[in-house]
């Protein structure tokens, strides 16, 4: 099993919708999880970080289930500026090693 | 505040050359990573540095590639001989220190090409 595992899409949703992507990852004693955003030809960047259950910004919302080791994102109403890779990021160990999945690509059409 | 920055932005060499990238992290960040993202996939950690010190390098082909951060704050990364699986987008990032609220910083990366 990977460490860290995604969906890679890509999801095809109009304008307004809502999606979700699921992620799940191996290391039970991870603590904290992230989920950065990738525009094409572009560097990732943090767009959310989960603690404990959850967490929400926006139309954005991330929820984490530690019993059955998965993460989620969320996106309400969705824009077109939307579209992007998201990938699911779980640091693991004392050293904070970043580890990715592949990323979940997202496109929003008119 | 600046970000990371990465030179070069892009590079063409041909396989059984060298090549090397350099990093520059935001200033006061103690961890450096080195990343290297194939087209279609998640970044994959190649080296991972807490100031001027390794703390992770076990996917870093060793055989062929080399880095290091002197002085704990810029770094370079070089591959000798590069091969043509070696074509991928080479990030550098950086956090403040390690912790469970740990943000890493991507600079724009190096896009190597091989042929």
């Known amino acids: 099993r990977k460490e860290v595992e995604q969906d890679p899409g890509p999801f095809n949703v109009p304008e307004g919708a809502t999606v979700a992507f699921n992620c799940t990852y191996s290391?039970?004693?991870?603590?904290?999880f992230f989920w950065y955003r990738q525009d094409c030809r572009k560097e990732p960047k943090l767009l959310m970080s989960?603690?404990?259950s959850g967490n929400e910004d926006g139309r954005f919302t991330a929820q984490l289930n530690r019993a059955s080791q998965y993460i989620s994102l969320l996106i309400r109403d969705s824009k077109l500026s939307d579209s992007a890779t998201y990938l699911c990021v779980v640091p693991r160990g004392w050293t904070d090693k970043l580890i990715f999945g592949t990323g979940t690509r997202l496109q929003v059409f008119p | 505040e600046a970000g990371v920055a990465q030179s070069p932005r892009y590079k063409i060499i041909e396989k059984r050359q060298s090549v090397a990238f350099w990093c520059n992290p935001i200033?006061?960040?103690?961890?450096l990573y080195w990343y290297q993202q194939i087209l279609g996939q998640g970044p994959k950690l190649l080296i991972q540095?807490?100031?001027?010190?390794?703390?992770?390098d076990s996917q870093l082909p060793k055989d062929r590639f080399s880095a290091e951060r002197l002085k704990g704050v810029d770094s370079t990364l070089k591959i000798q001989p590069a091969k043509l699986e070696d074509s991928a987008v080479y990030l550098c990032?950086?956090?403040?220190?390690?912790?469970?609220?740990?943000?890493?910083?991507f600079g724009q990366g190096t896009r190597l090409t091989v042929v």
């Open positions: 989960v603690y404990s």
């Open positions: 200033s006061g960040h103690a961890t």
């Open positions: 540095f807490q100031n001027n010190g390794v703390v992770d």
């Open positions: 290391n039970s004693a991870s603590q904290s």
């Open positions: 990032a950086s956090s403040l220190v390690p912790g469970v609220n740990t943000e890493a910083f």
